[in-house]
């Protein structure tokens, strides 16, 4: 039991980790240069959920074109797929990230689908899109900017 839970649990804390990691570093770090690939978050999604008070339609449906949403999801299907090889040695680490990839989709999509919910559930995610942008780098849990001290409004 202890063999799994344990994997289990850093599993959990490397996803919280990159969820910080890359929003922090790439999404709103090389999402500045309007040029690069990481630019839909900041130029679209963040602009959107700006002006519509946090929604944003885009993920009311499946993404028909090449949208910040269908850009999230490459980017996620790419995490995915660089954590294949851990099912084969670290079964538990790899499930955790896998949970915490579709937990993370979920939470997200929700929060810009129904922006009540997000004001109640994740006021973390919420304060980052409408009250200071640089704070709040965790969408699912905001442990990691707890321990990096980026929480707050």
Sequence with gaps: MISWVLPFLL?????????WFIHRYILHGWGQNPDSFW???????HAVARQFNM?????????????????????LACILTL??????????????????IAVYYFLHRRAHCQPDWAKKYLPWHYRHHLVNDNKNWCISHPLFDLIMRTNGK
Excluded: R
């Design 11 to 19: 599993g959990l804390l490397v996803a919280n980790f990159g969820e």
């Design 83 to 100: 954590n294949l090889p851990f099912f084969w040695w670290a079964t538990a680490y790899a499930c955790a990230i896998y949970f915490s």
């Design 39 to 45: 630019a839909y978050h900041l130029y679209e999604h």
């Design 55 to 75: 929604l944003d339609a885009g993920y009311q449906q499946w993404p028909k074109a090449w949208s910040s949403q269908a850009k999230e999801g490459l980017v």
